[in-house]
T-cell receptor, first 110, second 112 residues
Framework: KNEVEQSPQNLTAQEGEFITINCSYSVGISALHWLQQHPGGGIVSLFM???GKKKHGRLIATINIQEKHSSLHITASHPRDSAVYICAARPNYNNNDMRFGAGTRLTVKP | NAGVTQTPKFQVLKTGQSMTLQCAQDMNHEYMSWYRQDPGMGLRLIHY???????DQGEVPNGYNVSRSTTEDFPLRLLSAAPSQTSVYFC???????????FGQGTRLTVV
Protein backbone atom coordinates (compact mmCIF):
# COMPACT_ATOMS: atom_id res chain seq x y z
CA LYS A 1 0.00 0.00 0.00
CA ASN A 2 1.32 3.42 -0.93
CA GLU A 3 2.28 5.56 2.03
CA VAL A 4 0.53 8.55 0.46
CA GLU A 5 -2.92 8.21 -1.07
CA GLN A 6 -4.82 10.89 -2.94
CA SER A 7 -8.46 11.17 -3.91
CA PRO A 8 -10.04 11.55 -6.29
CA GLN A 9 -7.76 10.36 -9.11
CA ASN A 10 -9.65 12.49 -11.63
CA LEU A 11 -11.90 15.48 -11.08
CA THR A 12 -13.92 17.51 -13.57
CA ALA A 13 -15.52 20.76 -12.48
CA GLN A 14 -17.30 23.72 -13.99
CA GLU A 15 -15.66 27.10 -13.83
CA GLY A 16 -16.45 28.80 -10.54
CA GLU A 17 -16.91 25.62 -8.51
CA PHE A 18 -15.21 24.97 -5.19
CA ILE A 19 -12.69 22.13 -5.49
CA THR A 20 -11.35 19.82 -2.78
CA ILE A 21 -8.54 17.32 -3.24
CA ASN A 22 -7.70 14.97 -0.39
CA CYS A 23 -4.44 13.41 0.75
CA SER A 24 -3.98 10.74 3.42
CA TYR A 25 -0.66 9.41 4.62
CA SER A 26 0.27 6.49 6.83
CA VAL A 27 3.63 7.52 8.31
CA GLY A 28 4.79 10.20 10.69
CA ILE A 29 5.89 13.22 8.73
CA SER A 30 7.88 16.40 9.24
CA ALA A 31 6.19 18.27 6.39
CA LEU A 32 3.61 17.87 3.67
CA HIS A 33 3.86 19.45 0.24
CA TRP A 34 1.29 20.25 -2.40
CA LEU A 35 2.63 20.47 -5.95
CA GLN A 36 1.11 21.40 -9.29
CA GLN A 37 2.07 19.76 -12.57
CA HIS A 38 0.85 21.46 -15.73
CA PRO A 39 0.25 19.67 -19.04
CA GLY A 40 3.68 20.81 -20.20
CA GLY A 41 5.11 18.62 -17.44
CA GLY A 42 6.84 21.09 -15.13
CA ILE A 43 6.26 20.74 -11.38
CA VAL A 44 5.76 23.76 -9.15
CA SER A 45 5.57 23.82 -5.38
CA LEU A 46 2.32 25.33 -4.08
CA PHE A 47 2.50 24.81 -0.32
CA MET A 48 4.62 23.27 2.36
CA UNK A 49 2.92 22.82 5.72
CA UNK A 50 3.44 20.96 8.96
CA UNK A 51 0.37 22.18 10.83
CA GLY A 52 -2.80 24.22 10.43
CA LYS A 53 -3.66 26.03 7.26
CA LYS A 54 -2.04 28.12 4.53
CA LYS A 55 -3.65 30.33 1.91
CA HIS A 56 -2.30 31.73 -1.32
CA GLY A 57 -4.77 33.54 -3.53
CA ARG A 58 -7.60 31.12 -4.34
CA LEU A 59 -5.72 28.14 -2.99
CA ILE A 60 -6.01 26.89 0.59
CA ALA A 61 -4.16 23.94 2.11
CA THR A 62 -5.01 22.38 5.46
CA ILE A 63 -3.46 19.58 7.45
CA ASN A 64 -4.66 17.51 10.41
CA ILE A 65 -1.62 15.83 11.92
CA GLN A 66 -3.61 13.61 14.29
CA GLU A 67 -5.74 12.24 11.45
CA LYS A 68 -2.81 12.12 8.98
CA HIS A 69 -4.86 13.99 6.39
CA SER A 70 -4.44 17.07 4.26
CA SER A 71 -6.74 18.85 1.83
CA LEU A 72 -6.16 21.28 -1.00
CA HIS A 73 -9.05 23.60 -1.79
CA ILE A 74 -9.47 25.82 -4.83
CA THR A 75 -12.10 28.53 -4.60
CA ALA A 76 -13.77 30.01 -7.71
CA SER A 77 -12.03 27.49 -9.98
CA HIS A 78 -10.87 28.58 -13.43
CA PRO A 79 -9.85 26.64 -16.55
CA ARG A 80 -6.25 27.71 -15.94
CA ASP A 81 -6.35 25.66 -12.70
CA SER A 82 -6.52 22.51 -14.87
CA ALA A 83 -3.46 20.49 -13.91
CA VAL A 84 -2.34 17.48 -11.90
CA TYR A 85 -2.11 18.20 -8.18
CA ILE A 86 0.35 16.10 -6.23
CA CYS A 87 0.61 15.57 -2.49
CA ALA A 88 4.02 14.64 -1.08
CA ALA A 89 5.06 13.80 2.46
CA ARG A 90 8.50 14.01 4.03
CA PRO A 91 8.68 11.03 6.39
CA ASN A 92 10.19 11.31 9.86
CA TYR A 93 12.13 8.07 9.29
CA ASN A 94 14.15 9.72 6.50
CA ASN A 95 14.06 13.46 6.21
CA ASN A 96 15.95 13.23 2.91
CA ASP A 97 13.16 11.24 1.27
CA MET A 98 9.79 12.36 0.00
CA ARG A 99 6.85 10.05 -0.69
CA PHE A 100 4.42 11.14 -3.38
CA GLY A 101 0.78 10.49 -4.08
CA ALA A 102 -0.17 9.42 -7.60
CA GLY A 103 -1.76 12.80 -8.28
CA THR A 104 -5.23 14.17 -8.95
CA ARG A 105 -5.97 15.26 -12.50
CA LEU A 106 -8.22 18.32 -12.37
CA THR A 107 -10.07 19.61 -15.41
CA VAL A 108 -12.03 22.83 -15.08
CA LYS A 109 -14.46 23.47 -17.92
CA PRO A 110 -15.51 26.97 -18.93
CA ASN B 1 17.93 33.02 -11.88
CA ALA B 2 17.49 29.93 -14.04
CA GLY B 3 16.48 27.73 -11.09
CA VAL B 4 16.83 24.01 -11.87
CA THR B 5 17.82 23.18 -15.44
CA GLN B 6 17.56 19.68 -16.88
CA THR B 7 18.87 18.50 -20.22
CA PRO B 8 17.86 16.97 -22.52
CA LYS B 9 14.06 17.38 -22.52
CA PHE B 10 13.52 14.29 -24.67
CA GLN B 11 15.71 11.28 -25.40
CA VAL B 12 15.29 7.95 -27.15
CA LEU B 13 17.83 5.23 -26.37
CA LYS B 14 18.34 1.71 -27.57
CA THR B 15 18.54 -1.07 -25.00
CA GLY B 16 22.08 -1.31 -23.68
CA GLN B 17 23.10 2.24 -24.53
CA SER B 18 24.40 4.57 -21.86
CA MET B 19 23.63 8.22 -21.30
CA THR B 20 23.78 10.99 -18.72
CA LEU B 21 20.87 13.20 -17.74
CA GLN B 22 22.16 16.59 -16.69
CA CYS B 23 20.84 18.67 -13.80
CA ALA B 24 22.15 22.04 -12.71
CA GLN B 25 20.89 24.57 -10.16
CA ASP B 26 22.05 28.11 -9.49
CA MET B 27 20.44 28.63 -6.08
CA ASN B 28 23.33 27.24 -4.01
CA HIS B 29 21.06 24.50 -2.65
CA GLU B 30 22.74 21.77 -0.64
CA TYR B 31 20.16 19.10 -1.39
CA MET B 32 19.57 17.70 -4.87
CA SER B 33 17.61 14.66 -5.93
CA TRP B 34 16.43 12.63 -8.91
CA TYR B 35 12.95 11.16 -9.28
CA ARG B 36 11.21 9.09 -11.89
CA GLN B 37 7.53 9.47 -12.72
CA ASP B 38 5.60 6.56 -14.16
CA PRO B 39 1.91 6.47 -15.20
CA GLY B 40 -0.45 5.85 -12.30
CA MET B 41 2.33 6.09 -9.74
CA GLY B 42 3.74 8.87 -7.66
CA LEU B 43 7.23 10.18 -8.22
CA ARG B 44 9.84 7.86 -6.75
CA LEU B 45 13.24 8.87 -5.41
CA ILE B 46 16.20 7.39 -7.30
CA HIS B 47 19.24 9.03 -5.68
CA TYR B 48 19.88 12.13 -3.65
CA UNK B 49 22.76 14.26 -2.43
CA UNK B 50 23.02 16.45 0.66
CA UNK B 51 26.13 18.24 -0.56
CA UNK B 52 29.15 18.06 -2.83
CA UNK B 53 30.84 14.67 -2.51
CA UNK B 54 27.89 13.04 -0.72
CA UNK B 55 25.31 10.86 -2.42
CA ASP B 56 22.89 8.20 -1.25
CA GLN B 57 20.33 5.82 -2.67
CA GLY B 58 16.61 6.40 -2.71
CA GLU B 59 13.70 4.04 -3.24
CA VAL B 60 14.59 2.85 -6.78
CA PRO B 61 18.37 3.20 -7.33
CA ASN B 62 19.08 0.08 -9.40
CA GLY B 63 20.43 0.80 -12.88
CA TYR B 64 21.39 4.41 -12.06
CA ASN B 65 24.56 6.10 -10.85
CA VAL B 66 25.09 9.63 -9.60
CA SER B 67 27.93 11.86 -8.51
CA ARG B 68 28.10 15.32 -6.98
CA SER B 69 31.44 16.97 -7.65
CA THR B 70 30.08 20.51 -7.33
CA THR B 71 27.18 22.12 -5.47
CA GLU B 72 25.59 23.13 -8.79
CA ASP B 73 25.55 19.86 -10.76
CA PHE B 74 24.01 16.46 -10.10
CA PRO B 75 24.11 14.23 -13.20
CA LEU B 76 22.23 10.93 -13.41
CA ARG B 77 23.89 8.14 -15.39
CA LEU B 78 22.24 5.16 -17.01
CA LEU B 79 25.07 2.69 -17.70
CA SER B 80 23.06 0.16 -19.73
CA ALA B 81 19.55 1.35 -20.53
CA ALA B 82 16.63 -1.05 -20.22
CA PRO B 83 13.01 -0.64 -21.41
CA SER B 84 11.96 -0.59 -17.72
CA GLN B 85 13.79 2.73 -17.45
CA THR B 86 11.36 4.38 -19.86
CA SER B 87 9.96 7.17 -17.72
CA VAL B 88 9.92 10.90 -17.08
CA TYR B 89 12.81 11.99 -14.89
CA PHE B 90 12.78 15.02 -12.63
CA CYS B 91 15.62 16.68 -10.83
CA UNK B 92 14.87 18.78 -7.76
CA UNK B 93 16.82 20.91 -5.31
CA UNK B 94 16.20 22.63 -2.00
CA UNK B 95 17.89 24.04 1.03
CA UNK B 96 18.44 21.35 3.66
CA UNK B 97 15.57 20.86 6.08
CA UNK B 98 11.83 21.20 5.63
CA UNK B 99 11.90 23.67 2.80
CA UNK B 100 10.25 24.16 -0.56
CA UNK B 101 11.58 22.00 -3.39
CA UNK B 102 12.33 23.38 -6.84
CA PHE B 103 11.92 21.04 -9.81
CA GLY B 104 13.41 20.94 -13.26
CA GLN B 105 11.19 20.69 -16.34
CA GLY B 106 11.70 16.96 -16.69
CA THR B 107 13.34 14.61 -19.18
CA ARG B 108 11.16 12.20 -21.09
CA LEU B 109 13.24 9.09 -21.75
CA THR B 110 12.17 6.24 -23.98
CA VAL B 111 14.23 3.04 -24.16
CA VAL B 112 13.44 0.81 -27.14
Amino acid sequence: KNEVEQSPQNLTAQEGEFITINCSYSVGISALHWLQQHPGGGIVSLFMLSSGKKKHGRLIATINIQEKHSSLHITASHPRDSAVYICAARPNYNNNDMRFGAGTRLTVKP
Amino acid sequence: NAGVTQTPKFQVLKTGQSMTLQCAQDMNHEYMSWYRQDPGMGLRLIHYSVGAGITDQGEVPNGYNVSRSTTEDFPLRLLSAAPSQTSVYFCASRIQGDTEAFFGQGTRLTVV
